[in-house]
């Protein structure tokens, strides 16, 4: 038979006031800003040179590390709005408890992660990979890194989740529609779970030019 209806929900945060939703959550109703001066790359020929960051450190100091959530070796395959997403997505699977023991179980959980832009360090980089060295110096882990679907293709990998797994790219809008339609998929009996939420890591010197 179907499985138990019953409700839950779990977040994940990763943004600029940190990593984890009692962090954030804090951080942010004590009117606390995450917007800082960028330090990761030359701003010094841009007409704006502040940004909103994820601070990097230590996991426990509600900061953020690649390697608390992706193996080092899998770094190159995914640029950072993936590593993003699982990050939080982690959080959000913990912090529902939903931890699926059948197949019927992780076939009836989706994941619907969207992103902006997506993987646009990757893009830059292999646009000036290709100007400077050649189309077969490009990285093939170039196209599987930066497209927008493949943040939710590797949640649900992590996982084994087999339901729905779709990306929604509506610009700034992205993360609530992919909540949104999320829901839907849910009410029309598509999905009794779904992961929900958008990514993004566009601050590099194209995206703030």
């Not at 995914?78 to 699926?100: L, N, R, S």
């Amino acid at each position: 038979g179907r499985m138990r209806r019953i409700v839950v929900t779990g977040m994940g945060l990763v943004t600029p006031l940190g990593i984890g939703l009692e962090r954030v959550w804090s951080r942010l109703v004590a009117g606390e800003s995450g917007i800082r001066a960028i330090q990761s790359f030359d701003v010094s020929d841009l007409p704006s040179r502040v940004a909103g960051q994820v601070p990097r450190g230590d996991r426990a100091s509600g900061l953020f590390n690649a390697d608390d959530w992706v193996p080092p070796k899998d770094h190159r395959r995914m640029d950072e709005f993936i590593i993003f997403a699982i990050a939080a997505a982690v959080q959000a699977v913990e912090d529902a408890g939903w931890e699926p023991e059948s197949d019927e179980e992780r076939e009836r959980t989706g994941v619907m992660i969207g992103s902006g832009i997506g993987g646009l360090p990757a893009i830059a980089e292999a646009a000036i990979t290709l100007h400077e060295r050649g189309p077969r110096r490009i990285s093939p882990f170039f196209i599987p890194s930066s497209l927008i679907n493949l943040a939710s293709g590797n949640v649900s990998i992590r996982y084994g989740f087999k339901g729905p797994n779709l990306a929604l790219v509506t610009a700034c809008t992205t993360s609530t529609h992919c909540i949104g339609i999320a829901g839907r998929v849910i009410a029309y009996g598509d999905a009794d779970v779904m992961i929900a939420g958008g990514t993004e890591a566009a601050i590099t010197p194209m995206g703030v030019g």
